[in-house]
């Protein structure tokens, strides 16, 4: 039996939004992920991007766990002498929430170009709204 290749050409993407009210952070980017990748599809390729279009509304109600809002940091480096910054989780996700979840999906993702291709497919919104209704994007429920 040969097992299936899937090309780059043959490729179907659908779309799904996500609603993250009082979703866990990290249930939430590891289902995303999980489905930017493709392996939900049974005709899952590794070195192919056969993956989904996501869009995640209402951001901003994303739920961490336990003392995460304050314990758990995000750092960033401008590149210079002493340009590090350092933000908690709870000035992320009030400031930032769209970002706090974008950083959560791509850590989560190949750290590669297909990684990156991947993640070009997700689409992050602090609100309810967003300008992809053309797609006609089916309702995913995450628990």
């Known amino acids: 039996m040969k097992s299936y290749m899937q090309k780059k050409e043959t490729v179907e993407r659908n779309w799904y939004v996500i609603d993250a009210t009082d979703v866990t952070l ?7 992920a999980h ?17 989904d279009y996501i869009i995640i ?3 901003g109600k994303v739920n961490l766990t336990g003392n ?4 758990k940091i995000y750092y960033n480096h401008s590149g210079y002498t002493g340009g590090l910054r350092e933000r908690t989780a709870r000035e992320m996700k009030e400031k930032y929430p769209v970002e706090m979840v974008e950083r959560a ?11 990156r291709a991947m993640a070009k497919k997700l689409f992050v919104y602090e609100g309810e709204t967003h300008p992809h209704m053309a797609q ?3 309702v995913l ?3």
């Open 105 to 115: 999906v791509k850590g989560m993702l190949p750290h590669n170009r297909l990684g």
């Open 68 to 71: 995460k809002l304050d314990k």
């Open 136 to 138: 006609k994007p089916e």
């Open 35 to 51: 489905m930017l990748r493709g392996k939900h599809k049974a005709t899952y390729t590794p070195h192919i991007d056969c993956g």
């Open 26 to 32: 990290g249930r939430l980017a590891s289902k995303v």
């Open 141 to 143: 429920e995450v628990k």
């Open 57 to 59: 509304t209402n951001a």
